[in-house]
Structures are given as C-alpha cells and as structure tokens.
C-alpha cells in the first residue's frame, strides 16, 4: 500500500506533528509512506507516487481544502483527521465568526468529499457524526495519547482503516481492462446461445490474465451492481478458476447511494404500458414495462448494471415487432431513454446491430445515465 500523508508544516514540539511522525515511523515497515507539507509540489508527488490513500491531517487551512479537491478530482481515496479542531467548543470559542465564514465558504465541503474522517478519541467520533457533515467516522486510539496503545499496534489499525476505504472506493481503482473484463463476462453469462463468438480471442485471452486482486474489485462492483451470479456463471462457462473471494466477509462501507438490489419490479408501471399495447401484444407490453421501470429507477439514481442486463435479455431473446415498440416507447414518453439505453447496452454487452429495434443514442443524456451506473 501507498500512503500518503499531508500536514500544512511540520513543527517541533507540536502535538499534531509529532502525531503524523510518529504514524510515518511505525507504518513504514508495513507500507510505502511519504510526508508532504505546504511546501512541497503536491501535485507532483501525487502524479509520481500514485498513493492509494491520501491522509490528509489539517483543518481551516485553506491550501488543504484546495488540495484535498485536487486529489478528489483525480480520484485518489482522501481521508482527514481534523485532530480536535471540529469540537463544538473550538467551533464556538475560537475565531468563531471566521469559523462560521469559512466552514460555508469551504471547510464543510472539504470534509464531505472525504471518503472518511479519522479521530483518536471516542468523544471525538461521537461529536463529529453529531456535527453531520460526514457520516464515516472512525476512531483508532493514539499511542501520544493513551499509554495502553502502542506505535505498532496504532498504525496496523490504521492500516485496516484505510484498507476498508480503498474497498469502499475500488471503482476508481478498476483499470480499463477490469472493466472490459466484467463486460465480457456479462455478456457470457447472460447469454441463452452457444458462447462461441461472443467474445474475440483477445476479449477472452484478457481474463485469463485477470489477478486476484482485480478479481476481488471486479466482484466487489458485481455485488453492488446484483450481477455477481451473472459474473460467476460467465466465469463457470470459459472453465475461468476464480479465487476463494468472499465479498461478503469485506469490511466496507455502505454505498452512498445503494442501487436497487434484483430484476426490474413493474407493479407500479405495468397498467401504464398496458394501456398502449393491445392483448396480442404481451411481449411488447412487457418489454415497455420494463423500460418505464428502467426509467423510474434511472430518475431515483438506482439504475444498475443487473436491470442493463435485464433489459438486454429482453431485446435480445424476445421475438417482437420492432416498429411497434418505437411506438410503444414514443406514445409512453421513453423513445429518447429507449434509444440511450440501447447504447449503452450495444457498449457494454456487445449486442449486434441486428438486435437493435431503432437507432441509439449517444448525447448527454446517455452519458449521464453512464454515471448512474457506474458510481
């Protein structure tokens, strides 16, 4: 693991930099750890030791707030220890008025886009989730502090900690060829025809070449995307050996915002797509079902990469009048949505041209619901 640490300055006799000194020391036999102040080029450190978490320990200084933006723009897991200067009696008696000022101008925002704060006392977790800007607060005692924790013992704590965001925050550690991989193994294991020419010889020569340590991000997204058995069942059919990864033994954090869990549920949308269907047209009124639903759950942010492949089943293995259903998803107000998500279903699982009913989409739109699918 690379850990990097940031502090403002490092300074003699001051607890805080003798707390990130001390961390530095006991970590650095169990990762690679660098310390960054103000004056050191940041963003070129950033660029060079590509950390896989940023420690960030400082609180109402601006160049931190900017700079723990920077590290977020460029994807980098960022956690801070705000070290006591948070509490409500710091807040109320200390520069207060500039306080106020500056916690709207940036210091709330600052600690809503971290991924986690990380206190040393149980007083202070409990006042940091009653302030209510971050809801991950997570207390590792400090050996300055209490004579019972010891150096090692502190920084391999901390080490867990960190190794629980970086689980929580593994789509932004996916590489390209990760994402091919899920891809494909979607396409394989939604597919109800012989495998044969699914996939090009290098699609499935590169998930032969799939570590265990990609594997293990690979499956963390296919459980909260609810294709993990769709994943293992494409793996099952290219004799794939996975590795003994039980995801649901990781210690995580819960999504910020959870996808809807299972299939498409069209209760609620089912009489609406019936009233533009006639009985002979079952399967288009199922089909329009399933896009309306599609398109209530992409409005929530809930949209998933199970309900994708539902609906490229649906496209895929129905038989149906293409022209019909233009004017099935046109008369329900979905043509645009209809024509995007087919383009991101001709993207992810590869379904031919002759599948298609209409043309696809490929405009803002579609990007956003790109977004809603991928985190």
Known sequence: MRILHYIPRLRANDLISDHVRTLAEAMKDMAEVSVATAKDPIEKMLDELHPDIVHVHAC??????TWVRHAARKQY???????????????????????LLNSWFYQRRTVEKAEALLVTTEREGKNLEALGWQKRVHVVKSSLLNNTMTMERQARDTLTFYHK??????YHQMSDAEKEAVCSLLCIGTSQESIRNLLSSEQISLLHTITPEQWRRMLLYADD???HHLLLNGAEKLNLNLSDIDTEAIDRYLPDKPKAKG?????????KAVRVTSKEEKVLCDIGALLLAAHEQYKKQT????????????????DY??????????????????????????????????????????DRGTQRIRNTIIH
């Open 225 to 227: 995307e609810s294709i």
């Open 77 to 99: 897991p960022v956690v801070i220890s705000p070290h006591w200067q948070l509490e409500p009696y710091t807040m109320r008696h200390e520069h207060r008025i500039a306080k």
């Open 321 to 362: 009048d293409e022209d019909q259903l233009v004017r099935i998803t046109r008369q329900l107000g979905i043509r645009k949505f209809t024509e995007r998500i087919l383009q991101i279903i001709q993207e992810d699982l590869y379904i031919s041209e002759g599948f298609l009913p209409m043309p696809t989409r490929n």
């Open 263 to 271: 299939t498409l549920d069209t209760s609620g949308v089912r009489d």
């Open 165 to 170: 965001v970086i689980d929580t925050n593994y």
């Open 303 to 318: 949209l998933s990469m199970r309900h994708i492949a539902e609906l490229y089943q649906a496209f895929k293995y129905s």
């Open 60 to 65: 109402w200084n601006f160049k931190a707030a």
